[in-house]
């Protein structure tokens, strides 16, 4: 399984940014989906995350209503629009492949990472 996230970068605050996250040698669409971060000397930690079929959503009270997780299950994607970017949300964002039941905010819930890709936000 191969996950493989893009579309990160230097933006000013107030900016905007969209992350895709393509997967590959899993059936993609039985599986939800999940975004964390990490900046540097924190640990990782849960941003958002998505249902097998996109019907439920979930976000970390620090991103909700300015970021927004989307699946195109034809095309294997995941999404994660950001939008009004803090400095605070500087981080390394990581999609994730979810491998087992649970409230999906917690790493340990998801098997199939992908590499990671920077978000840098100026003040």
């Known amino acids: 399984v191969q996950l493989q996230a893009s579309g990160g970068g230097l933006v000013q605050a107030g900016g905007s940014l969209k992350l895709s996250c393509a997967a590959s040698g899993r059936t993609f669409s039985k599986y939800a989906m999940g975004w964390f971060r990490q900046a540097p000397g924190k640990e990782r930690e849960f941003v958002a995350a998505?249902?097998?079929?996109?019907?439920?959503?979930y976000y970390a009270d620090s991103v909700k209503g300015r970021f927004t997780v989307s699946r195109d299950n034809a095309k294997n994607t995941v999404y994660l629009q950001m939008s009004s970017l803090k400095p605070e949300d500087t981080a390394v964002y990581y999609c994730?492949?979810?491998?087992?039941?649970?409230?999906?905010?917690?790493?340990?819930?998801?098997?199939?990472w992908g590499q990671g890709t920077q978000v840098t936000v100026s003040s």
């Open positions: 998505i249902t097998w079929n996109g019907d439920s959503t």
């Open positions: 994730a492949s979810q491998s087992s039941v649970g409230s999906l905010r917690y790493p340990w819930e998801y098997d199939y």
